[in-house]
């Protein structure tokens, strides 16, 4: 909860929270009071409407280096962190812009590793938006995650029950990809397909199909620009993850004017 605040935390579904710390807290040695401050961000992975409920937000840090590995080993609860506040534009707004008659057919979601986090609060909001007989809302979701392992794999349990919340109408598709074997299978992880390989064109097209099934021309022809033709992407990753999206996204025919990026640069 941030404090000196009242009320419950504001944030759009897909910001960060901002965070400045002192060296001296993290522990560096040398790190004197005017040592440069250490800037991190970390995507809120609750939804607004939980941290309405609770005055909290939720961050899902995985362990990489200096305060990441701070956070999960000295941190302790209760304690006060630096928090900046919230930023970033990475949220379903990206999608507002278009009217009814304009908006994509769907929707895909895809993220390398910890890059889930986002997708969380974002597959929320569109969920509830549809619940809630949003018009605007794309009726299809297709949302991928891909880790080397399974037991990698963040927010599994939490998206999964997401998903079962769709209302009639709108179908979400979860698959879980693993890049180094010992591929998921469905019954691995909840409400999820599993599925082994990168981030390629063939692979969302073939996810694609398997789950909204594909309409085909009067010759039996997949129809012009491929089953993701005009769909919108929100793609969040490491940056080698981010360039390989573009690739796979515009082979698969989805619109590149509608990616919507978030880079989690190291
Ligand atoms: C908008 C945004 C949102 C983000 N959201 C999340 C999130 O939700 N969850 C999350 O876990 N992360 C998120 N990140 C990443 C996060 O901000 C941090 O970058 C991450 O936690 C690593 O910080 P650190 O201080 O622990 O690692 P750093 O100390 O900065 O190190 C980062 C990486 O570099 C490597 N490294 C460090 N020093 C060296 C060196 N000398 N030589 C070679 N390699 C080195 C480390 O091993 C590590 O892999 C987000 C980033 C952005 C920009």
Not at 63 to 84: C, I, K, N, T, Y
Not at 115 to 133: D, F, K, N, S, W
Not at 204 to 231: I, K, T
């Amino acid at each position: 909860m941030p404090q000196g605040s009242s009320g419950a935390p504001s944030y759009a579904p897909g910001q960060y929270a901002a965070f400045e710390f002192t060296q001296q807290l993290l522990g560096v040695p040398d790190g004197s009071d005017s040592a440069p401050l250490v800037q991190r961000t970390w995507t809120v992975s609750s939804h607004p409407r939980q941290s309405a409920q609770t005055g909290t937000f939720t961050m899902t840090i995985k362990r990489a280096g200096l305060v990441s590995s701070w956070m999960h080993d000295e941190l302790r609860v209760g304690q006060a962190l630096p928090f900046r506040g919230f930023g970033g534009d990475f949220t379903p707004a990206l999608l507002d812009g278009a009217g009814p008659a304009t908006q994509p057919p769907g929707v895909l979601l895809l993220a390398g590793g910890i890059g889930i986090t986002p997708m969380r609060p974002i597959l929320e909001e569109l969920v509830a938006r549809a619940a809630a007989g949003g018009s605007a809302v794309p009726s299809k979701v297709l949302l991928g995650l891909w880790v080397q392992r399974a037991d990698q794999a963040a927010l599994t349990r939490e998206l999964g029950d997401i998903a079962r919340r769709a209302p009639e109408g709108m179908q979400v598709q979860l698959v879980l990809f693993t890049t180094r074997g010992g591929g998921a299978s469905s019954g691995d992880v909840a409400g999820w397909r599993g599925a082994e390989g990168r981030l390629t064109a063939a692979a969302l097209s073939e996810h694609a199909r398997l789950a909204f099934g594909v309409r085909l021309g009067d010759e039996g022809e997949e129809h012009e620009g491929g089953p993701l033709a005009g769909w919108a992407s929100f793609v969040c990753g490491p940056p080698g993850f981010m360039l390989g999206a573009e690739a796979a996204l515009a082979g698969a025919g989805a619109d590149l004017g509608r990616m919507h990026t978030e880079a989690f640069s190291y």
